[in-house]
Protein backbone atom coordinates (compact mmCIF):
# COMPACT_ATOMS: atom_id res chain seq x y z
CA UNK A 1 0.00 0.00 0.00
CA UNK A 2 1.30 3.74 -0.84
CA UNK A 3 1.54 6.17 1.90
CA UNK A 4 -1.56 7.38 1.07
CA UNK A 5 -4.04 4.53 0.63
CA UNK A 6 -2.36 3.78 4.55
CA UNK A 7 -3.82 6.46 6.15
CA UNK A 8 -7.33 5.03 5.38
CA UNK A 9 -6.47 1.63 5.85
CA UNK A 10 -5.19 2.99 9.71
CA UNK A 11 -8.48 4.33 9.78
CA UNK A 12 -10.36 1.10 9.02
CA UNK A 13 -8.35 -0.52 11.48
CA UNK A 14 -9.67 1.44 14.68
CA UNK A 15 -12.75 0.63 13.91
CA UNK A 16 -12.28 -2.99 13.77
CA UNK A 17 -10.85 -6.01 15.95
CA UNK A 18 -7.84 -7.19 15.20
CA UNK A 19 -7.16 -6.96 11.27
CA UNK A 20 -4.97 -9.84 10.06
CA UNK A 21 -4.56 -9.07 6.29
CA UNK A 22 -5.60 -6.58 4.16
CA UNK A 23 -5.23 -7.09 0.27
CA UNK A 24 -6.59 -4.53 -3.06
CA UNK A 25 -9.13 -5.41 -4.83
CA UNK A 26 -9.63 -4.77 -8.27
CA UNK A 27 -12.83 -3.16 -9.06
CA UNK A 28 -14.31 -2.07 -11.59
CA UNK A 29 -15.79 1.59 -10.17
CA UNK A 30 -13.46 4.53 -9.35
CA UNK A 31 -13.31 3.69 -5.96
CA UNK A 32 -10.33 1.94 -4.25
CA UNK A 33 -11.27 -0.97 -2.96
CA UNK A 34 -9.67 -3.05 -0.03
CA UNK A 35 -10.28 -6.19 1.48
CA UNK A 36 -9.85 -6.76 5.37
CA UNK A 37 -9.91 -9.95 7.18
CA UNK A 38 -10.56 -9.34 10.64
CA UNK A 39 -10.64 -11.78 14.16
CA UNK A 40 -14.57 -11.23 13.79
CA UNK A 41 -15.05 -11.56 9.43
CA UNK A 42 -14.62 -10.09 6.66
CA UNK A 43 -14.82 -5.84 4.96
CA UNK A 44 -14.43 -4.18 2.52
CA UNK A 45 -12.93 -0.53 2.81
CA UNK A 46 -13.91 1.74 -0.23
CA UNK A 47 -12.27 4.99 -0.75
CA UNK A 48 -13.21 7.72 -3.37
CA UNK A 49 -15.57 10.77 -3.49
CA UNK A 50 -18.89 11.03 -3.52
CA UNK A 51 -19.45 7.90 -0.99
CA UNK A 52 -21.43 9.57 1.38
CA UNK A 53 -24.23 8.86 -1.03
CA UNK A 54 -23.86 4.95 -1.49
CA UNK A 55 -23.55 5.54 3.01
CA UNK A 56 -26.71 6.81 2.91
CA UNK A 57 -28.13 4.67 -0.05
CA UNK A 58 -26.93 1.66 2.05
CA UNK A 59 -28.54 3.36 5.69
CA UNK A 60 -32.09 3.50 4.03
CA UNK A 61 -32.57 -0.04 2.19
CA UNK A 62 -31.16 -1.83 5.84
CA UNK A 63 -33.59 -4.28 6.27
CA UNK A 64 -35.32 -4.19 3.32
CA UNK A 65 -32.68 -6.17 1.25
CA UNK A 66 -29.92 -8.19 1.65
CA UNK A 67 -26.96 -5.49 1.36
CA UNK A 68 -23.51 -4.91 3.27
CA UNK A 69 -23.84 -3.15 6.73
CA UNK A 70 -22.01 0.62 7.11
CA UNK A 71 -19.65 0.13 9.73
CA UNK A 72 -18.11 3.17 9.61
CA UNK A 73 -17.61 6.50 7.62
CA UNK A 74 -14.83 9.31 7.20
CA UNK A 75 -13.71 12.04 5.26
CA UNK A 76 -9.86 12.04 5.06
CA UNK A 77 -8.11 14.88 3.17
CA UNK A 78 -10.53 14.90 -0.10
CA UNK A 79 -11.44 11.36 -0.17
CA UNK A 80 -14.19 9.22 1.33
CA UNK A 81 -13.53 6.00 3.41
CA UNK A 82 -16.78 3.95 3.65
CA UNK A 83 -16.05 0.86 5.90
CA UNK A 84 -18.45 -1.47 4.85
CA UNK A 85 -19.49 -5.88 6.07
CA UNK A 86 -18.85 -8.41 3.49
CA UNK A 87 -21.49 -10.22 1.07
CA UNK A 88 -19.56 -13.68 0.76
CA UNK A 89 -19.61 -15.38 -2.58
CA UNK A 90 -19.38 -15.38 -5.96
CA UNK A 91 -20.79 -12.42 -8.34
CA UNK A 92 -22.48 -13.14 -11.28
CA UNK A 93 -19.47 -11.97 -13.54
CA UNK A 94 -17.59 -15.07 -11.99
CA UNK A 95 -20.05 -17.29 -12.05
CA UNK A 96 -21.08 -16.69 -15.63
CA UNK A 97 -17.73 -18.76 -16.16
CA UNK A 98 -19.26 -21.58 -13.92
CA UNK A 99 -22.63 -21.85 -14.72
CA UNK A 100 -24.74 -22.30 -17.82
CA UNK A 101 -25.62 -18.63 -19.74
CA UNK A 102 -29.54 -19.36 -19.21
CA UNK A 103 -28.86 -19.66 -15.48
CA UNK A 104 -27.21 -16.52 -15.04
CA UNK A 105 -29.95 -14.77 -16.95
CA UNK A 106 -32.45 -16.46 -14.82
CA UNK A 107 -30.91 -15.51 -11.52
CA UNK A 108 -30.40 -11.82 -12.55
CA UNK A 109 -33.96 -11.60 -13.60
CA UNK A 110 -34.82 -13.02 -9.90
CA UNK A 111 -32.96 -10.66 -8.29
CA UNK A 112 -34.11 -7.97 -9.94
CA UNK A 113 -37.31 -8.30 -9.52
CA UNK A 114 -36.75 -8.55 -5.84
CA UNK A 115 -34.91 -5.27 -5.72
CA UNK A 116 -38.05 -3.55 -8.09
CA UNK A 117 -39.99 -4.88 -5.53
CA UNK A 118 -39.25 -2.96 -2.75
CA UNK A 119 -41.99 -0.01 -2.06
CA UNK A 120 -40.28 3.18 -3.67
CA UNK A 121 -43.11 5.51 -1.93
CA UNK A 122 -40.97 6.59 1.15
CA UNK A 123 -37.52 6.46 -0.72
CA UNK A 124 -35.87 10.31 -0.66
CA UNK A 125 -33.92 8.75 -3.56
CA UNK A 126 -35.79 10.15 -6.03
CA UNK A 127 -39.53 11.07 -6.89
CA UNK A 128 -42.28 8.48 -6.82
CA UNK A 129 -44.34 8.54 -10.00
CA UNK A 130 -46.86 5.78 -11.51
CA UNK A 131 -44.51 3.35 -13.24
CA UNK A 132 -41.16 4.14 -11.48
CA UNK A 133 -39.50 1.71 -9.50
CA UNK A 134 -36.70 1.43 -6.55
CA UNK A 135 -33.66 0.61 -9.42
CA UNK A 136 -30.05 -0.72 -8.44
CA UNK A 137 -28.62 2.25 -10.75
CA UNK A 138 -26.42 0.06 -12.12
CA UNK A 139 -27.31 -3.30 -12.51
CA UNK A 140 -24.40 -5.27 -13.92
CA UNK A 141 -23.44 -8.84 -12.93
CA UNK A 142 -20.63 -7.78 -10.57
CA UNK A 143 -22.78 -6.10 -8.78
CA UNK A 144 -25.07 -9.96 -7.75
CA UNK A 145 -23.37 -11.63 -5.35
CA UNK A 146 -24.39 -15.71 -4.53
CA UNK A 147 -22.81 -18.61 -2.38
CA UNK A 148 -23.83 -21.50 -4.72
CA UNK A 149 -27.42 -21.33 -5.94
CA UNK A 150 -28.23 -19.21 -3.20
CA UNK A 151 -28.72 -15.44 -3.03
CA UNK A 152 -26.23 -13.60 -1.20
CA UNK A 153 -27.00 -9.89 -1.53
CA UNK A 154 -26.65 -6.62 -3.76
CA UNK A 155 -23.48 -4.23 -3.71
CA UNK A 156 -22.42 -0.90 -4.85
CA UNK A 157 -25.45 1.22 -3.97
CA UNK A 158 -24.04 4.57 -4.52
CA UNK A 159 -26.70 5.18 -7.87
CA UNK A 160 -30.11 3.50 -6.17
CA UNK A 161 -32.81 5.88 -6.89
CA UNK A 162 -36.72 5.70 -7.80
CA UNK A 163 -36.66 5.31 -11.44
CA UNK A 164 -38.04 3.87 -14.53
CA UNK A 165 -37.23 -0.08 -14.40
CA UNK A 166 -35.68 0.44 -17.80
CA UNK A 167 -32.25 2.00 -15.91
CA UNK A 168 -31.56 -1.60 -14.46
CA UNK A 169 -32.97 -3.38 -18.02
CA UNK A 170 -30.14 -1.63 -20.02
CA UNK A 171 -27.85 -2.27 -17.52
CA UNK A 172 -28.81 -6.00 -17.33
CA UNK A 173 -28.44 -6.26 -20.82
CA UNK A 174 -25.23 -4.53 -21.78
CA UNK A 175 -23.65 -7.28 -19.06
CA UNK A 176 -25.16 -10.09 -20.17
CA UNK A 177 -24.58 -9.61 -24.05
CA UNK A 178 -20.57 -8.29 -23.09
CA UNK A 179 -20.19 -11.42 -20.62
CA UNK A 180 -22.13 -13.88 -22.24
CA UNK A 181 -22.91 -12.75 -26.21
CA UNK A 182 -25.57 -12.10 -28.26
CA UNK A 183 -29.14 -13.53 -27.14
CA UNK A 184 -28.78 -14.03 -23.54
CA UNK A 185 -30.14 -10.15 -22.93
CA UNK A 186 -33.42 -11.27 -24.72
CA UNK A 187 -33.45 -14.27 -22.60
CA UNK A 188 -33.21 -12.21 -19.41
CA UNK A 189 -35.66 -9.55 -20.40
CA UNK A 190 -38.39 -12.40 -21.01
CA UNK A 191 -37.78 -14.25 -17.95
CA UNK A 192 -38.29 -10.64 -16.07
CA UNK A 193 -41.07 -10.56 -17.38
CA UNK A 194 -41.15 -8.45 -20.64
CA UNK A 195 -43.69 -9.17 -23.09
CA UNK A 196 -42.66 -9.10 -27.06
CA UNK A 197 -39.32 -8.55 -26.84
CA UNK A 198 -37.54 -8.18 -30.18
CA UNK A 199 -34.02 -7.73 -31.08
CA UNK A 200 -34.63 -4.06 -31.77
CA UNK A 201 -35.80 -4.03 -28.22
CA UNK A 202 -32.95 -5.65 -26.77
CA UNK A 203 -30.21 -3.80 -29.11
CA UNK A 204 -31.76 -0.63 -28.36
CA UNK A 205 -31.32 -1.16 -24.34
CA UNK A 206 -27.59 -2.29 -24.91
CA UNK A 207 -27.01 0.99 -26.85
CA UNK A 208 -28.64 3.23 -24.16
CA UNK A 209 -26.49 1.84 -21.62
CA UNK A 210 -23.08 2.53 -23.36
CA UNK A 211 -24.69 6.16 -24.22
CA UNK A 212 -25.02 6.09 -19.99
CA UNK A 213 -21.54 4.86 -20.25
CA UNK A 214 -20.22 8.45 -22.49
CA UNK A 215 -21.81 10.47 -20.27
CA UNK A 216 -20.26 8.87 -16.95
CA UNK A 217 -17.31 9.34 -19.17
CA UNK A 218 -16.11 5.51 -18.96
Known amino acids: MNTD ?13 EVVDVVREDYGDQSKVFKLHAADGNYFLK ?23 VVGFTKIDDKDALLLSAIEGKNLAALSK ?33 GKVLVHGDACLPNFIFQGDNFSGYIDLGDLMVANPEADLCAA ?15 FLRKYGIENVTDELVEKLRLKYEDMQKEWGL
Do not use: T
Open 5 to 17: EQKYIDWAKEQLH
Open 47 to 69: VGNKLEKERDHLEWLQGKLPIPK
Open 98 to 130: EWPPEKVAEKLAEVLLKFHAVDPKNCPFGKFEN
Open 173 to 187: VWSLQYNLGAGYGGM
